[in-house]
């Protein structure tokens, strides 16, 4: 009890509780849900220069950021404890006391309710009725990221790094759901293999920030240790590199000419998938990939990049 009085602030009121309660819901982190788009990306058709088909993916990207920050509030509400004792997180506003548990439980049913209905709509956008494809998957991404995750799957080890894994997936298969299309075995694979890095590369973070206090912020932390992580990260940082060349050299949904022009976009993977090792071990950063993105200029470039080679190589072969 004393330490939660300590950390202890008064409630925002009015305005500035609402932007506590956005605060709460890290928009920051809603670029994870740029990877709906992958899928009308890397289609064996133009479908991004159709505006309906972009509009509708633009759709579930707002869907996932709504989900995603429900889901981050009742994470915090079930850490609470926990953050109180992370130099970084207890400054989170639940963790702070500026934002009262009870708003953001009622903010995090409203949340979801919303999500739920909007996949429903949005899945029978085209006139035709729902399939009810997106709403499964928008509640597979809620059971599992919001649910299993935070009461359970959070303590089981490797598949807590699995389980973080799984809903960058899901993103994907929305964004291929909602426009009807097949989505590439391979990019699946890719972004799967992806997906585990980011993963990997978040529980080493919290393993240097912490160091002997990380089992007093995360029980799990206990049952890994850096030589570990690095040595499945070096494991999944070659699986990744792989997948994607032969993605970009086999995948039918890509153009393919008297060559595969697509593996010109590599180098731009592996110098991203470099950096952000030399990130994680010399600037202690992966704990939060958004950031790392948003605020190393060359990581930026580098993405930046990839997509523009990315979508021009598409635009003039295809």
Wanted: glycine content about 8%.
């Amino acid at each position: 009890m004393a330490r939660s009085l300590e950390f202890e602030a008064a409630p925002a009121r009015g305005g500035a509780m609402i932007r506590e309660l956005l605060r709460a819901m890290r928009p920051r982190q809603w670029i994870k849900n740029t990877w709906v788009f992958a899928p009308i990306a890397f289609s064996s058709e133009r479908l991004w220069t159709d505006p309906y088909k972009v509009a509708l993916v633009i759709g579930t990207f707002a869907l996932f950021c709504m989900a995603a920050g429900a889901i981050y509030l009742i994470n915090d509400l079930v850490d609470i404890e926990n953050d109180r004792a992370h130099p970084k997180k207890r400054h989170r506003p639940l963790a702070s006391g500026r934002l009262r548990p009870g708003l953001a439980v009622g903010a995090a049913v409203v949340l979801m309710l919303l999500v739920l209905l909007g996949a429903y709509l949005l899945d029978s956008a085209d006139g035709l009725g729902p399939n009810l494809d997106l709403l499964a998957v928008m509640l597979a991404y809620i059971l599992i990221q919001g649910l299993l995750y935070t009461y359970w799957l959070k303590n089981i080890v490797i598949i807590d790094i699995f389980t973080i894994a799984a809903g960058f997936l899901l993103r994907a298969v929305a964004g291929a759901v909602v426009l009807d299309i097949d989505v590439s075995s391979w990019l699946l694979t890719c972004m799967g293999l992806l997906a585990l890095f980011l993963g990997l590369g978040k529980r080493r973070a919290e393993l240097v920030l912490l160091e002997d206090g990380a089992t007093e912020h995360r029980r799990i932390l206990g049952e890994y240790s850096l030589p570990m992580l690095d040595q499945l990260i070096s494991i999944v940082t070659a699986a990744t590199i792989i997948a994607y060349t032969l993605f970009t050299t086999t995948a039918s949904t890509l153009p393919h000419t008297r060559y595969p022009v697509m593996i010109a976009t590599v180098p731009f993977v592996v110098y991203g998938i470099f950096r952000y090792i030399y990130l994680i071990h010399h600037h202690r950063g992966g704990g939060s990939p958004e950031e790392l993105v948003l605020k190393d200029r060359p990581l930026a470039i580098d993405i930046g990049l990839y997509g523009l080679a990315v979508l021009a190589l598409l635009f003039y072969y295809r």
